[in-house]
Structure formats: C-alpha cells, structure tokens
C-alpha cells in the first residue's frame, strides 16, 4: 500500500481525462458561434498525425484550427518550439544536401539550383521557427508542406512555384504581428 505521503513525492497521477492540450473550439450555425473549450484526446492526435499532409495544407491555406478537433491537435502539434526546432534542423539539413555532391545511392530528386538560391530565406525561415515566442500556426505549416510536398519546388522539376516566394510568404506568416495587425507595413531585410 502506498501512503500519502509517497503519492504526493511522486506527484498527481496523470489519467486519460487529465492528458493532452486544452483547445477552443468555435461550433455554430451560420454567422453565430459558441466557443467550446476542451481536451485533445489521444485519438485526436493521432489521427491528426496520420493525416498531418492534408491537416497542414488546410492550416497553409488560411484554415482556422478553432473549428475542428483534428486540425486543433495538428496546429498545437506544430506551433510547439520542439517540433519547431526540428523543423529548422530539418531545412538546415535540406540546405546541407543541396550544396553536397549527390551520392550515387541517393534517389531524392532535389532542386539544387533552387534550394542553394533560396539560402538566404532558408535561414531566415529557420531564424522564425527558432523563435522561443509563440507564432501563428499558417506559417509553420506552411514551412512544414513545403518541406513534404513531392510535388512542390523542393524537388518537382514541374513545380510553377517560386521558392524563394513561398519561403518568404511562410517567414511573413510566422511573424506575430502579422495576424494581429495585417496592415502593418513589413520591414525589409537588413532594415
């Protein structure tokens, strides 16, 4: 038997109902929302990491992570600063490939050309992922999908997007003020 005193060194116990993140959620009808808070449960994390590829393209695209459970779990997954920062090592890794001669064994078809011209918003882009202060779900999404598409500008030689574009517009997104006041004028680099 276990006295009081022991649990309590231990610390409270951690159940099922006492797991996870705490989210809002927005449900309504038409133009009139109630806003629900609850628990992520482990399911909805899950399943938002099975179907993460088509949970980030929503989120890249403007979704709002308050009107559904999974991309609630998929948005609170990507905006913590460990998934960040593997996010960045990840572009840092990217960038690294790029510039190295291909080895004879490795069958990933990547824009070189794209990538080591893209050098300077990658670090950037890593620079924001970095950040110890929360940012805005979209832009890290969009970081994450680019990084994952098969068919975008990392590796389809086919891809009409511009990389350099895309990477920008995922640095402007991350950026907090961004959602807050979307008027602001942006700053230049090195201003």
Known sequence: MTSPQAAHQRGPAIGPERSGHTVVLAVGVGNLSELHGGRLRVLDRILASWQGFSLDARLAAGASPEGDRLLAARATALVELGRRQ??????????????????????????????????????????????ALPVPVRGVAMASRLLSDATGPLYSRTSPADLRAALRDAIRQMDPWATLLPDRPQQQAGS
Not at 91 to 117: E, F
């Open 86 to 131: 593997k996010l960045a090592r990840d572009w840092g890794r990217l960038a690294r490939m790029a510039r190295q001669r291909p080895a004879a064994s490795i069958r990933i078809p990547l824009r070189r050309d794209r990538i080591i011209a893209a050098g300077p918003e990658i670090l950037q882009l890593q620079d924001s992922l970095r950040a």
